[in-house]
């Protein structure tokens, strides 16, 4: 079998693999990405949060992204019934970016992967690991497949695992472990928005809670055509009878206020369904590898933290991968796993909350809080690292002690 040298191996050229190798490019250290598809491919993940341009910002790749004039999204808006609950991303407790893009992951990613080829990373596309073996320095070989099916190894002094829901390497070690979320499915597709309102309206992502578990996104792209998904339990998705289309097609009706925009259109493809979509592991790192983005963990769509914490986390380990290939010492489990373990535990409290019921009744209440707003709102930009932040800080108590206050009033008026 042929082989090939280098020294970090990128399975899977996602956002979480190009901000990984954008960075590693950078230092001078010599990457090879392997990517299992042909670009442009599509892939779910289309509502981004503005934490995530400081990482495309720091490793190049924000004016590449910028030239493809996806639609600007300011920030997000959550329907249930009549009350609406509107987060704009300049009023938040953190400083930060104050818009970010919703996207179809298509063409964002082409784009990604098309920079780093003009930059001189090498990516193989259609190109699939299938084995791996590591060496007690942490140095491994790789088995990969070329489109042709010939096989070929590369030898790479580190690994990082992008691969998203390919999960090489928690299939291959066997560090994939139950999620703690809860028993979620979703059904989605693209249509072309022919009835699409003028201005806002028309463009502004919106999350329309049809009851406590279960929710429909709308996410417009700038080229007219927009993103419908159905997320809830599995008796959810499993109480509409025929194929994924004829679900659909009745998931729509359910939904007051954008049935009429919606209803009647054609599906661009035949509606996707992903059950049980938690994914987590045992580990997040060992010997010569680590795992970044949907390979080491996913809770939820609802607050579209998956993007942000693919390239999070790739920033993160390229940096300490740097420092080791430099000679450095990493303390992995300190500098990675726990530093990423917070912000991911503060997310899974939200995504928590939010189908316990008690996070939908600090957003529809009303009146609202101004101060507690700008407190969640940065939390809802991915900046969950900001320990000024009462709602980062203390993310496992406030949130069901302020709903038990709110209903306690409620109760109080209502006797
Ligand atoms: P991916 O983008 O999945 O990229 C992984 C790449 O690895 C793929 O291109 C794949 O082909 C390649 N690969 C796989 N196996 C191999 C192999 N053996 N060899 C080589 N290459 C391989 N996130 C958001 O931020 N916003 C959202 O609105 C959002 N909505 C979602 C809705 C649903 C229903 C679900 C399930 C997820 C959603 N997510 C969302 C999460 C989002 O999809 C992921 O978090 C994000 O795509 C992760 O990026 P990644 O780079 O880790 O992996």
Redesign the pocket.
Known sequence: MSHVNTDVLI???????CVSAAYLHRQGINVKV????QFP?F???????PRCMDHFQEVGLLDCLKAEGFEVKPGARFLRDDIVCHFDFSKKHTDGWDWTWQVP?ADF?NALAQELIKKGVDIAFQ????DVVFNDDGSSQTTIKNAEGEAYQVNAKFIVD?????R?LPRLLGLDKPSSMPEHS?I?THVKDLNRPEGKEGTMITFDVLDKDTWF?V?PFSNGITSL?F?GKNEFIDSFEGTTTERMKQMIETSEYYKKRFSGLDFEFDPIC?RN?SKAVTKFYGNGFVL????AE?LD?VF???????TESALCSAKLIAKQLQGETVDWEKEYADYITYGVDVFRTYVEEWYTGNLQTLFFHRPENPDIKKQICAVLAGYVWDKTNPFVRKHKRIVANLAHLINMEKEQANS
């Open positions: 399975i899977g050229a996602g956002p979480s693999g392997v990517e299992k598809s491919r892939v779910i993940g289309e509502s981004l949060l992951r990613d190109h699939e690991v299938v992008s691969s998203g829901y390919g090489v979703s989605f996104w996410i998904g997320v992903i979509y970044t983005g949907n390979s996913f769509p579209s933290s998956g993007v942000t914490f693919a």
